[in-house]
């Protein structure tokens, strides 16, 4: 198998848990600062995580390389690399800092009642001379929304170097020319432990049994409406 892909799922968890901490933290709070920076941090960390998982895999580089030409075009992706290497090489935090072309802006939302809990400033798409002022939680959600899309999308083409339960398959040997008896050797079982056993398919669910599958489901499911089936719920 590849080397663990639990440093994605750990990294995915780790962003989702400041996320939801940055959204119940105050604003103008010192805590505030302190969970949208690790939010930040975590979520640039997914996929680097990711690549340090499965780089060097043919496959996955061409993809990867595929995905990073998109993230670079993406809204939001670069500006939350930006914000990392501020956050970590600065010490700089934009979160809840209103210039004074938005005080206006700022006054006009606070007097209404309508001011997001926490304020960003992001660049104007279709005026790049000009900078909006958006709530910081729903751009940050958008940002994390769009790695869980990743890594889902990840998980779900390469579930045969990523899943324990779909690595043992009768189909992930046999796309290396192995079979069971090569499962049994990595298990750590003699090999031709299974001789007396006529069933080889009855084997491969046994096999499996005791292996991870996707731990992460619950925030595929939370944010995408999808999960990662176990090969013996297909």
Not at 27 to 46: C, I, K, P, T
Not at 140 to 149: D, E, I, K, N, P
Not at 167 to 175: G, V, W
Request: hydrophobic content about 45%.
């Amino acid at each position: 198998m590849a080397r663990s892909f639990g440093i994605v799922e750990d990294k995915l968890r780790e962003a989702e848990f400041f996320l939801s901490k940055f959204d119940e933290a105050a604003y103008l709070s010192s805590e505030g600062h302190f969970y949208f920076s690790a939010f930040v941090s975590a979520a640039r960390s997914v996929t680097l995580a990711m690549q340090a998982s499965l780089s060097g895999h043919a496959e996955f580089d061409d993809w990867y390389e595929q995905k990073r030409q998109l993230l670079r075009a993406d809204a939001l992706a670069p500006l939350f690399v930006e914000i990392r290497n501020d956050v970590l090489h600065v010490g700089t935090s934009p979160v809840d800092v209103v210039p004074p072309e938005h005080l206006k802006d700022f006054f006009f939302r606070s007097l209404s009642g309508i001011r997001p809990r926490h304020l960003l400033i992001l660049p104007d798409i279709e005026r790049k001379e000009r900078t909006l002022l958006v709530d910081a939680v729903e751009t940050a959600t958008s940002y994390f929304v769009s790695l869980v899309s990743l890594v889902h999308e990840c998980y779900e083409k390469f579930k045969r170097l990523v899943d324990g339960k779909w690595h043992f398959t009768t189909e992930s040997f046999a796309d290396r020319g192995l079979g069971i008896d090569d499962a049994l050797v990595e298990l750590g079982f003699p090999k031709g432990w299974l001789d007396t056993k006529p069933d080889e398919l009855l084997a491969w669910p046994i096999l499996r049994r005791d292996q991870p599958g996707c731990l992460i489901n619950d925030i595929f499911d939370r944010h995408l409406g999808k999960i990662i089936a176990s090969p013996d719920d297909v």
